[in-house]
């Protein structure tokens, strides 16, 4: 069954890369990721929506309530947008396959949405039971945020299943922003962008369009109101997107922006904003990044910080932001057609997105540090040292990933006028065009990927396969591939022809550049597309604060206690420090004559992937190990 995919840009606009209709998953590593999403997260999400009050806020409005007679709203301010990620990701997962229960929960839960809409189109339930004037407090009031994952969840019914019930409301509700927002309004959190222009798509009404652009032209201006300690950069208001150079301020709304100003720089073709992005896109990886593809450093106001200011116990992380990270990396992938682009949304994906749930589809982090110390016990639920929690008051993170993982089949591959292109490896088959692909592999495990043109047309095309950055060993068909690209193989294909890459994967230790101090004479280890990570279950005996790497000899290992058989573990020869208890307690010694461990011996460490961490208990760990010094 073809879908079209989550973003399609128009006919007319300015990419070089056009996604593919008929990409499917089957199997393997993220074929299992998915039916599990299918069968317990997003059954699991229903229930902690509804438990939230967030249906109840919906029901209360179809009833007429609020108005002149204020009546009480659950949950947070934007509790709609839950519900509408939520069904975004029912809408994906009946598009791969059709249920009859996923069917009656959507069509329920939109037919709730579309009661609740008013006579004009608005739809915001906070501020229709409270009774507050309509965009009054838009700094804080996430009313066109609210609107902006409905647009994308009404996109995605009609897409994945045809049901216009949501399109329908969604377009009311445009409509009238389109007639009644005041020019000069605001949304204190950005993502209405990225719907409207999404809308303006699979519609073809130009005020979509039109508004999608206002918006993201009005921003660095300072209209939105301040509050608190926060300046206008917090809310991405302080330079003009198409000025700034680098990204700042609250780490999910200025990828929200940034995705939803590149829609509206292809579709208007203007090329000197999407050069701004992608100059803001560089600065981004090269000095805000974390190693995992993780996003902000600063927990207060869930931020950026400056530049190469990125502490791994310290990080913030938050894996909706890792999200955005994607969904503007995919435009600008589209854009652009640099593989650079698709490097970071795999390394994102696997290493950003993907601890924020549990393997077992249960429990959830919404923030990713990359350092857990020993004894840490915070009094905040977000913390990693308190493990994944089962759900959070604030929620926006668990829907999030349950849509992106129902979608990510529209994320494997592009086509263009000359063939078709692999930017994300694992088993399925991808049609585009004349042009049907199977792909079989067992990445990120190995990095053998095979893959078998079942139909062709008569015309030679080119087969480009991604070839990731740190793939220094890559080969297809025994001949070198060069890392960081592309490599193309153009000629008149048959049915049954093959090819095969090999990745080279292997593991290896990765430093950080001189400026990122705070990982000075420490490595990391990497594997394939995977970061690792030192977790205290696996070293019994020893704390994780106080082990080091002794030597570089990365070996692959068999399976630990506690994770899936398939998880490939790294192993190394180390060095556990033991620290002297009675020193005086004062951290700090001469820098003439510094204070060494009292002793050190051999350790044997074991390094598992960083997103299967804190499955077998929250405990020490780390990313960043230093190295001993013989």
């Keep these: 069954?073809?879908?079209?995919?989550?973003?399609?840009?128009?006919?007319?606009?300015?990419?070089?890369?056009?996604?593919?209709?008929?990409?499917?998953?089957?199997?393997?590593?993220?074929?299992?990721?998915?039916?599990?999403?299918?069968?317990?997260?997003?059954?699991?999400?229903?229930?902690?929506?509804?438990?939230?009050?967030?249906?109840?806020?919906?029901?209360?409005?179809?009833?007429?309530?609020?108005?002149?007679?204020?009546?009480?709203?659950?949950?947070?301010?934007?509790?709609?947008?839950?519900?509408?990620?939520?069904?975004?990701?029912?809408?994906?997962?009946?598009?791969?396959?059709?249920?009859?229960?996923?069917?009656?929960?959507?069509?329920?839960?939109?037919?709730?949405?579309?009661?609740?809409?008013?006579?004009?189109?608005?739809?915001?339930?906070?501020?229709?039971?409270?009774?507050?004037?309509?965009?009054?407090?838009?700094?804080?009031?996430?009313?066109?945020?609210?609107?902006?994952?409905?647009?994308?969840?009404?996109?995605?019914?009609?897409?994945?299943?045809?049901?216009?019930?949501?399109?329908?409301?969604?377009?009311?509700?445009?409509?009238?922003?389109?007639?009644?927002?005041?020019?000069?309004?605001?949304?204190?959190?950005?993502?209405?962008?990225?719907?409207?222009?999404?809308?303006?798509?699979?519609?073809?009404?130009?005020?979509?369009?039109?508004?999608?652009?206002?918006?993201?032209?009005?921003?660095?201006?300072?209209?939105?109101?301040?509050?608190?300690?926060?300046?206008?950069?917090?809310?991405?208001?302080?330079?003009?997107?198409?000025?700034?150079?680098?990204?700042?301020?609250?780490?999910?709304?200025?990828?929200?922006?940034?995705?939803?100003?590149?829609?509206?720089?292809?579709?208007?073709?203007?090329?000197?904003?999407?050069?701004?992005?992608?100059?803001?896109?560089?600065?981004?990886?090269?000095?805000?990044?974390?190693?995992?593809?993780?996003?902000?450093?600063?927990?207060?106001?869930?931020?950026?910080?400056?530049?190469?200011?990125?502490?791994?116990?310290?990080?913030?992380?938050?894996?909706?932001?890792?999200?955005?990270?994607?969904?503007?990396?995919?435009?600008?992938?589209?854009?652009?057609?640099?593989a650079a682009f698709a490097d970071l949304i795999e390394r994102t994906l696997y290493n950003a997105v993907l601890p924020g749930v549990s393997l077992d589809g249960e429990h959830f982090f919404y923030v990713n540090a990359l350092r857990v110390r020993a004894g840490a016990d915070p009094d905040d639920l977000r913390a990693p040292a308190r493990g994944r929690q089962g759900w959070y008051g604030t929620a926006c993170c668990p829907p999030n990933v349950m849509r992106l993982f129902s979608s990510l089949d529209h994320y494997l591959a592009t086509g263009d006028g000359d063939g078709v292109q692999l930017h994300l490896y694992a088993p399925g088959t991808v049609r585009a065009g004349g042009v049907l692909l199977e792909v079989e592999t067992g990445y990120p495990w190995t990095g053998r990927v095979e893959i078998v043109v079942r139909e062709t047309p008569d015309q030679p095309w080119t087969l480009s396969a991604r070839i990731p950055a740190w793939a220094d060993a890559a080969g297809m068909d025994g001949r070198p591939a060069e890392p960081g690209g592309y490599h193309r193989v153009r000629r008149a294909w048959r049915p049954g022809d093959r090819v095969v890459l090999d990745l080279g994967i292997r593991p290896r230790l990765t430093a950080a550049v001189p400026r990122l101090d705070v990982a000075r004479g420490q490595v990391a280890v990497e594997r394939g597309p995977l970061v690792y990570c030192l977790e205290q279950a696996d070293h019994p005996g020893v704390i994780v604060d106080d082990l080091c790497l002794a030597a570089a000899d990365l070996r692959d290992a068999s399976a630990v206690a506690g994770l899936p058989a398939d998880v490939v573990p790294v192993t190394a020869r180390g060095r556990a420090h033991v620290h002297r208890e009675d020193d005086g307690g004062f951290p700090y010694r001469t820098a003439a004559a510094p204070q060494e461990p009292e002793h050190a011996g051999p350790a044997d460490l074991t390094f598992v992937p960083y997103y299967a961490w804190a499955n077998r208990g929250a405990g020490p760990m780390t990313v960043w190990t230093p190295m001993h010094r013989a």
């Design 1 to 338: 069954m073809s879908v079209d995919p989550v973003v399609r840009p128009g006919a007319g606009a300015a990419v070089t890369l056009r996604p593919v209709t008929g990409a499917r998953l089957r199997d393997g590593f993220w074929g299992a990721r998915q039916r599990v999403n299918r069968e317990v997260t997003i059954p699991l999400g229903g229930e902690r929506v509804h438990e939230s009050g967030a249906f109840d806020n919906l029901r209360q409005a179809a009833r007429g309530g609020g108005g002149e007679h204020p009546a009480e709203h659950g949950g947070k301010i934007f509790a709609d947008s839950d519900v509408y990620k939520w069904l975004e990701a029912l809408a994906w997962e009946r598009g791969r396959r059709e249920d009859d229960g996923l069917a009656r929960s959507y069509a329920q839960a939109s037919e709730l949405v579309a009661a609740a809409q008013c006579a004009d189109g608005y739809l915001h339930t906070h501020t229709q039971l409270t009774g507050r004037r309509r965009y009054s407090d838009l700094a804080s009031s996430h009313e066109l945020y609210c609107a902006g994952h409905l647009m994308q969840a009404a996109v995605a019914g009609r897409r994945a299943t045809g049901d216009e019930t949501l399109l329908r409301v969604a377009a009311r509700f445009a409509d009238h922003l389109a007639k009644d927002l005041p020019a000069d309004a605001l949304d204190g959190h950005p993502e209405v962008e990225m719907g409207l222009a999404e809308l303006h798509r699979e519609t073809g009404v130009p005020a979509y369009l039109d508004l999608a652009a206002r918006q993201v032209a009005a921003r660095g201006r300072s209209l939105i109101q301040l509050k608190g300690h926060h300046g206008p950069g917090y809310r991405q208001d302080r330079v003009p997107v198409a000025e700034a150079t680098t990204v700042e301020g609250h780490a999910v709304r200025a990828m929200y922006l940034a995705a939803g100003a590149t829609d509206v720089a292809v579709e208007t073709s203007d090329l000197d904003l999407l050069a701004a992005l992608h100059r803001q896109w560089r600065d981004m990886v090269a000095t805000k990044t974390y190693l995992t593809g993780g996003l902000g450093s600063n927990w207060y106001g869930e931020a950026f910080g400056g530049h190469h200011e990125l502490a791994p116990d310290t990080a913030y992380c938050e894996t909706c932001a890792a999200i955005g990270s994607i969904q503007w990396s995919w435009r600008m992938l589209l854009a652009t057609g640099d």
